[in-house]
């Protein structure tokens, strides 16, 4: 059952937004959203939180430093998401501004894993360009104990950069900078690893700038690499915390001035979006997938060379075939979710509290996209599994989860409970990975339902759309939608959804497979559509939609586009 309710919101804290000049609805969506003060809506620069306060960054900008002043051979160790593509272009594009002897490493997810493993080590200890002397690790190497290790044995240092949660051991690295680790008060525990590398930056410059560097030259300009943090900030669904929407806030500005990477121009192109109208939701939804079907489907580092390279013509060559791939991946995905939903029709899911599923043909690198749109069906913690390797001894799951169940946890406990059962894993609340072997995939379902069965209440699964109210038929403008799309939206600080009763005066299918609708209030219709949606609505329905503004033969107009309706 899914239930249509609207965001508390406090009078005070939207009249005290309004009396400092926002908008009325702005004022009220702001404050429905935990905004309590003006300076909190405040995306100036300078409003950043300080990198003094994140463990790890001064000790960080000391070790860069050193290594600068010795010419020392660096080497950037990347993830193959949107996050570890754009914290490697941030490392690479960053500390090449200061002269360092800099190359990047991206291993491929399907031959060597997660994070900085012993074998990822012995194929940097092989790199061309001889042996690194300092290994940077972005999004990623709080977990590599075991890596870390490795190449302190070959003499190699570690800097470590990222943001996931740490396990009961840390790796001796020269330096750890990440605002989840024990003893660190940075206060934005959700900063993403580009945030976190970008920051790293940030507190090498100051560095430079205590030991006399800047006496006689100009100081690097970081901020010409905020569209890379914004595109990984929304990419890696982080919470838009304040520290956040500063960080994609400035990123965007720069990208709708124009001031942007070669390869985000191209991106943008690619993806046939304006890049001087862009939104988070371009960033999240057009930029974030091309990059990423790179390291679902092949090896990121054509993601990170699309970011890295300063040819414009390389970079239109790169973002094309990131386009294709993300072509190839969307129908391998169809494909696969075709067949899950399928074998769900077997059983009652309104009986489970969690989803399992796993197909010996499916494609490991789109496994977790499917896990989520399951969990979006659903509205249950689900895990997909697929063969981790041609011989189909283990699998790797990926699991994307509801709020109030914390899968990283689940995970943990089910391992503690299950000794043997999960062969390694990781992850944070919301979504997470594991391997374990095939023949055990039946054990994992009835430790995962179980957990289920006890964290979850019959509340907790039945979906809640959380809506902003009514809004007034005076806003349904080209001129207010273009107002809400310049705002700095994303996860934890949700686009506006707003609701309201409407008359049904006709309603059609479209390419059978989506609703067209014209509604009524009063006089006024509206033009709807309910994507992915064919069962007819009630004459009259409460809906939840969004606004959104299209061009017709040069005329804007207003569309809804509806969520749910009851």
Same mark, same amino acid.
């Given at each position: 059952? %899914?239930?249509?309710?609207?965001?508390?919101?406090?009078?005070?804290?939207?009249?005290?937004?309004?009396?400092?000049?926002?908008?009325?609805?702005?004022?009220?969506?702001?404050? $429905?959203?935990?905004?309590?003060?003006?300076? &909190?809506?405040?995306?100036?620069?300078?409003?950043?939180?300080?990198?003094?306060?994140?463990?790890?960054?001064?000790?960080?900008?000391?070790?860069?430093?050193?290594?600068?002043?010795?010419?020392?051979?660096?080497?950037?160790?990347?993830?193959?998401?949107?996050?570890?593509?754009?914290?490697?272009?941030?490392?690479?594009?960053?500390?090449?501004?200061?002269?360092?002897?800099?190359?990047?490493?991206?291993?491929?997810?399907?031959?060597?894993?997660?994070?900085?493993?012993?074998?990822?080590?012995?194929?940097?200890?092989?790199? *061309?360009?001889?042996?690194?002397?300092?290994?940077?690790?972005?999004?990623?190497?709080?977990?590599?104990?075991?890596? @870390?290790?490795?190449?302190?044995?070959?003499?190699?240092?570690?800097?470590?950069?990222?943001?996931?949660?740490?396990?009961?051991?840390?790796?001796?690295?020269?330096?750890?900078?990440?605002?989840?680790?024990?003893? #660190?008060?940075?206060?934005?525990?959700?900063?993403?690893?580009?945030?976190?590398?970008?920051?790293?930056?940030?507190?090498?410059?100051?560095?430079?700038?205590?030991?006399?560097?800047?006496?006689?030259?100009?100081?690097?300009?970081?901020?010409?690499?905020?569209?890379?943090?914004?595109?990984?900030?929304?990419?890696?669904?982080?919470?838009?915390?304040?520290?956040?929407?500063?960080?994609?806030?400035?990123?965007?500005?720069?990208?709708?001035?124009?001031?942007?990477?070669?390869?985000?121009?191209?991106?943008?192109?690619?993806?046939?979006?304006?890049?001087?109208?862009?939104?988070?939701?371009?960033?999240?939804?057009?930029?974030?997938?091309?990059?990423?079907?790179?390291?679902?489907?092949?090896?990121?580092?054509?993601?990170?060379?699309?970011?890295?390279?300063?040819?414009?013509?390389?970079?239109?060559?790169?973002?094309?075939?990131?386009?294709?791939?993300?072509?190839?991946?969307?129908?391998?995905?169809?494909?696969?979710?075709?067949?899950?939903?399928?074998?769900?029709?077997?059983?009652?899911?309104?009986?489970?509290?969690?989803?399992?599923?796993?197909?010996? $043909? =499916?494609?490991?690198? @789109?496994?977790?996209?499917?896990?989520?749109?399951? *969990?979006?069906?659903?509205?249950?913690?689900?895990?997909?599994?697929?063969?981790?390797?041609?011989?189909?001894?283990? #699998?790797?799951?990926?699991?994307?989860?509801?709020?109030?169940?914390?899968?990283?946890?689940?995970?943990?406990?089910?391992?503690?409970?299950?000794?043997?059962?999960?062969?390694?894993?990781?992850?944070?609340?919301?979504?997470?990975?594991?391997?374990?072997? %095939?023949?055990?995939?039946?054990?994992?379902?009835?430790?995962?339902?179980?957990?289920?069965?006890? =964290?979850? %209440?019959?509340?907790?699964? $039945?979906?809640?759309? &959380?809506?902003?109210?009514?809004?007034?038929?005076?806003?349904?403008?080209?001129?207010?939608?273009?107002?809400?799309?310049?705002?700095?939206?994303?996860?934890?600080?949700?686009?506006?959804?707003?609701?309201?009763?409407?008359? @049904?005066?006709?309603?059609?299918?479209?390419? &059978?497979?989506?609703?067209?609708?014209?509604?009524?209030?009063?006089?006024?219709?509206?033009?709807?559509? =309910?994507?992915?949606?064919?069962?007819?609505?009630?004459?009259?329905?409460?809906?939840?939609?969004?606004?959104?503004?299209?061009?017709?033969?040069?005329?804007?107009?207003?569309?809804?586009?509806?969520?749910?309706?009851?």
């Amino acid at each position: 059952m %899914t239930r249509i309710v609207t965001r508390a919101s406090s009078p005070a804290d939207a009249d005290a937004l309004t009396r400092h000049g926002l908008h009325p609805v702005i004022a009220r969506l702001y404050a $429905s959203r935990g905004v309590t003060t003006p300076d &909190e809506v405040e995306t100036e620069f300078k409003r950043l939180h300080a990198p003094a306060g994140l463990k790890g960054c001064d000790d960080a900008a000391v070790v860069l430093a050193d290594a600068l002043a010795a010419g020392r051979r660096m080497l950037v160790v990347a993830d193959y998401d949107c996050d570890g593509a754009t914290a490697c272009a941030v490392a690479v594009r960053g500390l090449r501004m200061f002269g360092a002897n800099i190359g990047y490493l991206v291993p491929n997810r399907f031959e060597y894993g997660y994070g900085l493993t012993p074998e990822i080590v012995e194929l940097a200890a092989r790199s *061309k360009s001889g042996l690194p002397e300092l290994l940077i690790t972005v999004d990623n190497g709080i977990a590599s104990v075991e890596g @870390v290790a490795a190449a302190n044995a070959l003499g190699i240092d570690v800097l470590v950069t990222d943001h996931h949660l740490p396990g009961d051991e840390l790796p001796d690295a020269r330096a750890i900078v990440n605002p989840n680790q024990p003893g #660190c008060a940075f206060p934005s525990k959700c900063i993403a690893g580009v945030g976190v590398m970008f920051y790293v930056l940030l507190a090498l410059r100051a560095e430079l700038r205590k030991r006399g560097a800047y006496k006689d030259a100009p100081e690097p300009r970081l901020d010409g690499l905020l569209d890379l943090v914004a595109l990984g900030t929304v990419a890696d669904v982080v919470k838009l915390d304040c520290n956040n929407r500063i960080l994609v806030a400035q990123g965007l500005k720069r990208i709708r001035s124009g001031r942007m990477q070669p390869g985000i121009a191209a991106l943008f192109r690619a993806a046939g979006r304006d890049a001087r109208a862009a939104s988070g939701f371009d960033l999240g939804f057009a930029l974030g997938p091309r990059l990423n079907a790179a390291g679902r489907l092949s090896d990121m580092s054509l993601g990170i060379e699309c970011l890295t390279t300063d040819d414009i013509g390389r970079a239109w060559e790169l973002a094309q075939q990131l386009d294709s791939m993300n072509r190839e991946r969307r129908e391998i995905e169809a494909g696969m979710q075709q067949q899950a939903l399928a074998e769900l029709q077997t059983f009652d899911c309104g009986e489970r509290a969690t989803l399992t599923l796993y197909d010996a $043909s =499916w494609h490991q690198g @789109v496994i977790g996209i499917v896990a989520g749109r399951l *969990k979006e069906r659903f509205h249950r913690p689900s895990f997909t599994f697929a063969h981790a390797d041609d011989s189909g001894t283990l #699998c790797k799951g990926s699991g994307r989860s509801i709020p109030g169940f914390h899968l990283r946890d689940a995970v943990d406990l089910i391992s503690k409970r299950e000794p043997g059962l999960i062969h390694k894993f990781g992850g944070h609340a919301m979504a997470a990975g594991l391997t374990l072997a %095939t023949a055990d995939i039946p054990r994992f379902t009835a430790a995962f339902e179980a957990v289920g069965r006890e =964290w979850l %209440t019959a509340d907790a699964l $039945s979906r809640t759309i &959380e809506t902003d109210g009514e809004l007034e038929d005076a806003y349904f403008t080209p001129q207010f939608v273009e107002m809400l799309d310049a705002e700095v939206w994303g996860q934890g600080f949700p686009a506006p959804t707003f609701s309201g009763e409407f008359e @049904v005066a006709s309603q059609a299918l479209v390419k &059978e497979k989506h609703l067209k609708l014209s509604l009524l209030r009063g006089r006024q219709r509206f033009n709807a559509i =309910w994507f992915n949606h064919v069962d007819p609505l009630p004459p009259r329905a409460t809906v939840a939609y969004r606004l959104v503004s299209d061009s017709w033969n040069g005329v804007a107009r207003v569309q809804m586009i509806v969520e749910h309706a009851l």
